[in-house]
């Protein structure tokens, strides 16, 4: 059984920035995409970003291109996801999740398992 733990969640004002970490469990970290996804209340699931085994290739969301970036160490089996310029619209519970070997990244369906989540918020 794997385990996502998700850490780095707060409180921050606008135009401020936090770091997600995303603590793996397991011995097949490295073979998986892993995503971020977030969500408020009485919403969907948004993806936010999803990144490669190799972490050499990534996708990104249009509501946060520009402005986040995701980045992981396999040695550590940790997936970060670095929030800058942030929003009050980035107020939500932010997820990562692991990835089937197949499907497309912006689904949820993608993905085998998920974090607990870590809450996000943004004052205006």
């Known amino acids: 059984q794997v385990q996502l733990v998700e850490s780095g969640g707060g409180l921050v004002q606008a135009g401020g920035s936090l770091r997600l970490s995303c603590a793996a469990s397991g011995r097949t970290f490295s073979d998986h995409s892993m995503g971020w996804f977030r969500q408020t209340p009485g919403k969907e699931r948004e993806f936010v970003v999803g990144?490669?085994?190799?972490?050499?290739?990534?996708d990104y969301g249009a509501s946060v291109k520009g402005r986040f970036t995701i980045s992981r160490d396999n040695a550590k089996n940790t997936v970060y996801l670095q929030m800058y310029s942030l929003k009050p619209d980035d107020t939500a519970t932010y997820y990562c999740?692991?990835?089937?070997?197949?499907?497309?990244?912006?689904?949820?369906?993608?993905?085998?398992?998920w974090g607990q989540g870590t809450q996000v918020t943004v004052s205006s």
């Open positions: 990144i490669s085994p190799s972490g050499l290739a990534t």
């Open positions: 999740a692991r990835k089937y070997f197949s499907g497309a990244y912006i689904d949820t369906r993608s993905y085998e398992y």
